[in-house]
């Protein structure tokens, strides 16, 4: 258990990192996003495939049963469903619900799963592109935190508007 955790921790830590460093001044150094020697594009391209990667592994790894794959397939195609018909709404995305939902209840690795199943299954429908991968991984950050949630035991009203604004 403690491998899981310091292996999201990490990720996350990357993944905030590799988004940050584009926005501090490093002009004339070699991090410099206009000039420098980095592809930043190719740099989160790769970071996020790596995740992505990883997550899957991890999920393979884990002691998994039928019944739990076929429970996070179910929900993964549920949520990617329950996005098709607002797709036309800007910014009202029900299938976040199902992925928090299952982050919370079955922890980080079966969120981050069906956040990756919600955005492939849906983009067949709704136009794969480049920006798949990046969905996969936003939506599975937030099953993941879902889960961290919930090892918080936030209980009463202090517990229940954190949530609320969690979901917000």
């Keep these: 258990m403690q491998k899981t955790t310091a292996f999201l921790v990490l990720i996350i830590?990357?993944?905030v990192l590799i988004y940050a460093v584009p926005l501090l001044p490093f002009?004339?150094?070699?991090?410099?996003?206009n000039g420098g020697f980095v592809?930043?594009?190719l740099a989160t391209t790769t970071f996020i495939i790596l995740c992505l990667a990883g997550f899957f592994f991890q999920f393979e790894k884990s002691?998994?049963?039928?019944?739990?794959?076929?429970?996070?397939?179910m929900l993964g195609t549920i949520s990617?469903?329950?996005?098709?018909?607002?797709?036309?709404l800007m910014n009202f995305?029900?299938?976040?619900?199902?992925?928090?939902?299952?982050?919370?209840?079955?922890?980080?690795?079966?969120?981050?799963?069906?956040?990756?199943?919600?955005a492939l299954i849906s983009n067949?429908?709704?136009?794969?592109?480049?920006?798949?991968?990046?969905?996969?991984?936003?939506w599975?950050?937030?099953g993941i935190t879902a889960a961290w949630l919930k090892r918080l035991n936030l209980s009463g009203r202090g517990g229940l508007a954190a949530l609320a604004a969690f979901g917000f």
């Design 13 to 15: 830590a990357l993944g």
């Design 27 to 33: 002009r004339g150094s070699l991090l410099d996003p």
């Design 39 to 41: 592809n930043w594009a």
């Design 63 to 73: 002691a998994t049963g039928a019944k739990e794959i076929a429970l996070v397939s």
């Design 80 to 88: 990617a469903l329950s996005r098709l018909p607002f797709a036309s």
């Design 93 to 118: 995305q029900p299938c976040t619900f199902f992925i928090i939902c299952s982050g919370y209840v079955f922890g980080p690795v079966a969120g981050f799963m069906v956040a990756c199943l919600t």
């Design 124 to 138: 067949l429908f709704l136009g794969q592109g480049p920006w798949t991968p990046y969905q996969m991984f936003t």
């Design 140 to 142: 599975g950050l937030i």
